[in-house]
């Protein structure tokens, strides 16, 4: 069968802190070699730490500690560095490819910013050192800048925008407690986002000056694929991505996906695939013009939960499915075993 010609391009969207759910991807893991190649060599280099994050992330009900910057950093990088591979073997050749917080360092990883070996000495850095922040987290607000603007403080802010009106809030307790409660008396729809540390805030700045120098080189380099960032929401230049202080002020500095989104989308058409768990940002694409009118499609690699065993597998082969329909896909077996 002939694929369909079509003149959409592909953006692989890669989620972020707040995407995870007990074992998310692990249908792959043990069943795709290169998927599981992948995950091990992540839980090799956070070295005694590794065994504890890899059953975490196996067990039926994880711990506590499974929204912690512990744990769900490394799994959210190594699952969408994983997802992003699978789809590049199964012949997607991305146009561009589009982060948000954490799943902008598995974008650039997969780009050739950093090799996927240096990204994790990296994270693994970033986790110790930001490990440290004061207990906090993100809030999520259906409200526009404006409607927020006197509810924030000092510390804080708002630490991604997503859309029109889909902000997260970000922030110390009990200051961002503080403010969700006076969000709520005045009528506004807030929920906490899954995280225990307050990502894309100033405190988090201030952790950082406060930890002194740095180990870990990553070497960045011009992208092989272009990269639009939800930092900058824009395509990230050549000198940006080669900047290793762009990628160590990331976690202090708000996400600006829904910008980015919107610039990218009117660019052209796209079929914008998320290529990591869950399906937090298919969501958010959907809900935009161009994938509401039908000119864009947004597809999800995997389920936003573990529904059942082997959901995993086969909503990633039906979305490789559809990529091969629209021309996008090699017609080779997808390499799951």
Same mark, same amino acid.
């Given at each position: 069968?002939?694929?369909?010609?079509?003149? =959409?391009?592909?953006?692989?969207?890669?989620?972020?802190?707040?995407?995870?759910?007990?074992?998310?991807?692990?249908?792959?893991?043990?069943?795709?070699?290169? @998927?599981?190649?992948?995950?091990?060599?992540?839980?090799?280099? @956070?070295?005694?730490?590794?065994?504890?994050?890899?059953?975490?992330?196996?067990?039926?009900?994880?711990?506590?500690?499974?929204?912690?910057?512990? =744990?769900?950093? $490394?799994? %959210?990088?190594?699952?969408?560095?994983?997802?992003?591979? +699978?789809?590049?073997?199964?012949?997607?050749?991305?146009?561009?490819?589009?982060?948000?917080?954490?799943?902008?360092?598995?974008?650039?990883? +997969?780009?050739?910013?950093?090799?996927?070996?240096?990204?994790?000495?990296?994270?693994?850095? #970033?986790?110790?050192?930001?490990?440290?922040?004061?207990?906090?987290?993100?809030?999520?607000?259906?409200?526009?800048?404006?409607?927020?603007?006197?509810?924030?403080?000092?510390?804080?802010?708002?630490?991604?925008?997503?859309?029109?009106?889909?902000? +997260? *809030?970000?922030?110390?307790?009990?200051?961002?407690?503080?403010?969700?409660?006076? %969000?709520?008396?005045?009528? @506004?729809?807030?929920?906490?986002?899954?995280?225990?540390?307050?990502?894309?805030?100033?405190?988090?700045?201030?952790?950082?000056?406060?930890?002194?120098?740095?180990? /870990?080189?990553?070497?960045?380099?011009?992208?092989?694929?272009?990269?639009?960032?939800?930092?900058?929401?824009?395509? *990230?230049?050549?000198?940006?991505?080669?900047?290793?202080? #762009?990628?160590?002020?990331? $976690?202090?500095?708000?996400?600006?996906?829904?910008?980015?989104?919107?610039? *990218?989308?009117?660019?052209?058409?796209?079929?914008?695939?998320?290529?990591?768990?869950?399906?937090? +940002?298919?969501?958010?694409?959907?809900?935009?013009?161009?994938?509401?009118?039908?000119?864009? %499609?947004?597809?999800?690699?995997?389920?936003?939960?573990?529904?059942?065993?082997?959901?995993?597998?086969?909503?990633?082969?039906?979305?490789?499915?559809?990529? =091969? /329909?629209?021309?996008?896909?090699?017609?080779?077996?997808? $390499?799951?075993?």
């Amino acid at each position: 069968m002939t694929p369909e010609p079509t003149t =959409r391009k592909v953006a692989l969207l890669f989620p972020g802190q707040g995407a995870q759910h007990p074992r998310m991807g692990a249908d792959l893991y043990g069943v795709s070699p290169r @998927f599981t190649e992948i995950m091990d060599q992540a839980f090799d280099a @956070f070295g005694a730490s590794g065994r504890a994050i890899r059953d975490d992330w196996l067990a039926t009900a994880p711990s506590s500690s499974y929204d912690d910057i512990s =744990r769900a950093q $490394p799994l %959210l990088y190594a699952i969408d560095y994983a997802m992003g591979t +699978l789809l590049l073997e199964a012949g997607v050749r991305p146009d561009v490819l589009l982060g948000h917080s954490v799943g902008e360092l598995a974008a650039a990883t +997969l780009a050739g910013v950093f090799d996927f070996e240096s990204g994790l000495r990296h994270l693994r850095e #970033f986790v110790t050192i930001y490990g440290r922040a004061p207990r906090g987290g993100m809030l999520a607000v259906a409200a526009t800048r404006e409607r927020v603007a006197p509810y924030l403080t000092h510390d804080v802010v708002v630490g991604a925008e997503n859309g029109p009106r889909q902000l +997260l *809030l970000a922030g110390p307790d009990p200051a961002l407690h503080d403010v969700e409660q006076r %969000l709520r008396g005045d009528g @506004f729809t807030c929920a906490r986002a899954r995280a225990l540390q307050p990502f894309h805030s100033p405190v988090m700045r201030t952790v950082a000056e406060e930890s002194g120098p740095r180990e /870990a080189r990553l070497r960045p380099r011009a992208p092989r694929i272009p990269v639009h960032s939800a930092r900058t929401g824009h395509i *990230l230049a050549d000198a940006t991505a080669a900047d290793e202080e #762009f990628w160590r002020e990331q $976690p202090a500095e708000p996400v600006l996906f829904g910008p980015a989104l919107q610039r *990218l989308l009117a660019r052209g058409d796209h079929l914008l695939v998320e290529a990591g768990p869950g399906q937090s +940002l298919t969501a958010l694409a959907r809900r935009t013009r161009a994938v509401a009118t039908g000119r864009s %499609l947004a597809l999800p690699t995997l389920p936003p939960r573990r529904e059942h065993p082997g959901a995993d597998l086969h909503t990633f082969t039906a979305t490789v499915d559809q990529l =091969r /329909a629209h021309g996008h896909a090699s017609r080779t077996p997808v $390499p799951l075993g």
